[in-house]
């Protein structure tokens, strides 16, 4: 693991809070799903970073859980957004954007001049 | 705040751990099983569904593994880890466990013991409302030189709370001794003096009842008394009942009112008080010249609180502008013109008293210090022992490090997992030498009381007791453990798995640093071998002198009539009865009496004018006196060297006599004949008295203490001496054992007048406890010395046994080859003489270096005394060699087939 896990990381939480956002309550598999899915198969999740990823969130206290059943009768645990998860999502967007918007203006001249 | 909840969280996730792992499971096997559901879906057979799905996860046990980090500490873990697998390998080792602990133990106990006690008499804080405030007042003369006296007058006193303007409260006490006994055996209980407002300046409250205030002390009062909390314990049972109650003193009663709080021992560290009294109380007991308008009684002393924000050079302003009007104002009558000039030219100073006052420590400050360093070489000691042993250990231990290494174990992680076992190690030490330290501390308490002194200090353990423990394990720990943990870490992968010592290329570098590690010890033991040697023959010195008197098997009993209601004009009659009938009890031989007895710390000198052609004058004419009655010399077998005993002609009419000393003769009268010839001593401010003739010149005999060089003395007749008779000593030899006649002494005085009040001790006693600074010290000292030197043994044993494990082979190779047991046994011993020249050395540098700390605690004796240091070097190198002879001996005697068999 190296700096581009670290990116991965941090992207992770906003994807995962993100998700939950959009779709409320949800499973860790479902999550998963959702953002290989979102992704459009571009991003292909190791299943195995997104549990310590939410185990992350949990403790901080931006996303709570709780067992419940899934569509098939499944036990499956359940995350949730909390009022500070939200809070941290509108954050994380809008650093999102400025970053995106930095890093936009330091490509585009130079792909003019060249 | 979002990073710390996370933390708490994890930290809480180190517990619970069964029901997590649980939902750990619960949680991946839901994952996998709707993954699963979904590749069926999607056309793969169950086996592939299932592979597919793990590979996804990343591997169900990794994946665990990976979240197990985020939910606990990583490093806690570990840490939690390594202590778990640092106690099983202690459990297996109980031998060298017990050892290494119970070494540790008695090294951090000392250590704890020792700064307790230090801690309780130099450091602690008073246990009154914020000390730090409190300054104590001193008067000194108005030269920059002169140093200042802590002792004032009531006059002063009143005149100093009354002007002063720093202050926010002040306050003022003395102390003074009371019987608690109405006649007979006297009881003591510790008086404290105290002004009206000494409670409230303090911040001390009531346990209960209430305390004395400033409408308790007004002149004319009859008295209330508030006692201490464990006076209260100990006398009442702590009983409510005691409130209101009376309490007498000196036979004088007065209403106890109320207790005081708990931790309050009074404002002098070594001491506890038993009751309090207001200041206006004194009247009572002082008869016709009452301390309360005595311009020179010096009884008191004075603290004040200084107001917040009054710096140290305003304070000392302050209190200069004010001395001229509160000196002007309480100049002493008696004194002659100069003196009352100078008088006016005092100066009030000040000196924090956060600490308190005391005497203990003056006395113990030094020794207490001296002990200290002491008791830190002997751990130093210990920590060598045990680092030895652990380098002995790692010797066994390299397999388990090559396999441990060999599995991907990094050399760090195995320092680290080294480096908390010994932080075990010195932990269980920590506990298990606290436990020491308060039975330890307890017993030095027990140990530097005398008859006359009953020390009292607290020796509840505070934060800095405490931290300097926790800080001693530590270090401790890093001391013994850093060395083998780097040693034993390196280890030669190949070499140890063959599990062979004898080709390891490193192992007689393995034994090296051992051999240095011994080497300091020796040096460091002689250092305290050396310190033992001169405190104990000071000691002897001091207790095998000369002191011109016979101390053994003379009785004392102090006695009491002021507090009895005996008239004076009775006094007189009442000894000589007593004293008569005294002396026709069987196993009396003979008695007598004195103002002060022997090296009790009492004194009574005078400037004296001799009738010699050149007189001496100053502090040179100094001379010590006592008053005693005929047959003093007798009973306690001082010499007459010329002229006669006092007798019964001698009385308060007749011609005024006194019996000097030879130093007194030799000095004064230039060792002419002194018989006959007048002295007159200096009264108030250079009046001479009138002169007074010598009849008799005795032996020298030791006056004050011990130590004392040179007293010149003269002694007077009873009937002559003036203040003389309230509380004579008796003085009784016995042919027996003094206890013996104790009972019949005691219904003897009884028998004449039984309100008198009286207290026994034996002169043996006296002189024994005037020593007890030298004896704590003596026998502390020498046995840790003695600890350093078993320690030293211990450790010269198992290193040389170690050696001569590590060369079996070699040995058995040169004996197999024809070596003679003799040249094997010179062979191992060579190296025990190695390590004994060099630690001697260097033990002798260290110890000439730093031994001339200890001068001023040395009696007759350099401190650089080279007889001593021999001594201790020969003794030293006598154990050590015998230490190390054994395993060589036995290197020697080994069978060399067994020696090689042994590979």
Known sequence: MGDKADVWQGTLALMVLRTLDTLGPLHGYGIARRIEQTSENLLSVNYGTLYPALLKLEQEGYIASEWGLSGNKRKAKYYKLTRAGRKQLEREIQGWGQATAIVARFLTPKEQSS | MRKLRAWF?????????????????????????????????????????????????????????????????????????????????????????????????LGIGANTAIFSLLDSVVMRFLPVEKPEQLVQLTRRGPEPGHVGVPSFTNPIWEQVRDQQDVFSGTLAFGAQQFDLAQG??????????????????????????????????QRGCSGVAVLSYSFWQDHFGGAASALGSAISLDNHTYPIIGVAAPGFYGLEVGTKFDVALPFCATVIFDGARPRLDHRSWWWLSILGRVKPGISSAQLRARLELISPRVFAATVPPNWDVTGQKNYQKWVLTSAPVSTGTSGLRRQFERPLQILM?????????????????????AATRQREMAVRRAVGASRQRLIRQLLTECLLLSTAGALLGILFARWGSTLLVHFISTAREQVYLDLSFDWRVLGFTAAIAIITAVLFGVLPAFRSTRVSLTSAMKGSLAVDPERHARFRPRRWIVAAQVALSLVLLVGAGLFLRSFVKLVTLDI??????????????????????????????????????PGVLSVSRSLFTPVSGYEWNQYVHADSPN?????????????????????????LLAGRDFNVQDTATSTKVAIVNQTTARKHYHDMNPLGRYIRLEEDQGKLGAPIQIVGVVRDSKYESLREEDYACAY??????????GGPNFLIRTSVRPSAVLSLVQSTVVGVNKSISIQFDTLARQVDDSLVEERVLATLSGFFAGLALLLVMVGLYGAISYMVTLRQTELGVRMALGAAPGSILRLVLRDVVI?????????????????????????????????TLALAAAVLSLVAFIAGYIPARRAARVDPLVALRYE
Request: aromatic share 6%.
């Open chain 2, 548 to 585: 011109g008197f016979d101390r053994a098997n003379v009785l004392m009993m102090h006695t009491e009539a002021r507090t009895a209601g005996l008239q004076p004009e009775k006094w007189m009659a009442t000894w000589d009865e007593i004293d008569r009938r005294l002396s026709l009890l």
């Open chain 2, 615 to 639: 007189p001496l004058t100053g502090e040179a004419s100094l001379v010590y006196m006592n008053a005693v009655t005929p047959g003093y010399f007798r009973t306690l077998r001082i010499p």
């Open chain 2, 835 to 867: 390590i004994l020249v060099a630690g001697v050395a260097v033990g002798t540098g260290i110890t000439l270096l730093s031994v001339q700390l200890l001068q001023s605690l040395l009696f007759g004796l350099a401190a650089r005394d080279m007889l």
């Open chain 2, 716 to 725: 007077f007749p009873v009937t002559q001496a003036p203040g003389f008779g």
């Open chain 2, 373 to 393: 360093g002491v008791v830190g070489i002997v751990l130093l000691i210990a920590c060598a022992n045990i680092a030895g042993l652990m380098l002995a250990r």
């Open chain 2, 184 to 217: 007979g055996e006297a009881h003591y209980a510790k008086g404290l003096w105290v002004s009206g407002d000494f409670f409230r300046t303090l911040g001390v409250h009531a346990a209960a009842g209430r305390l004395i205030n400033v409408a308790d002390d």
């Open chain 2, 9 to 105: 969280l994890r930290l809480g996730g180190l517990f619970g751990k069964e029901r997590q792992e649980r939902e750990l499971a619960e949680e991946f096997e839901s994952h996998l099983q709707m993954h699963i559901e979904d590749n069926l879906r999607r056309g793969m057979t169950a086996e592939e569904a299932r592979r597919d799905a793990l590979i996804k996860l990343g591997g169900l046990e990794s994946a665990k593994e990976r979240y197990r980090d985020r939910r606990g500490l990583p490093g806690m873990e570990t840490l939690l880890q390594d202590i778990r697998y640092g106690a099983r390998m202690l459990r297996k080792n109980p031998g060298f466990t017990a050892v290494a602990v119970l070494t540790l133990a």
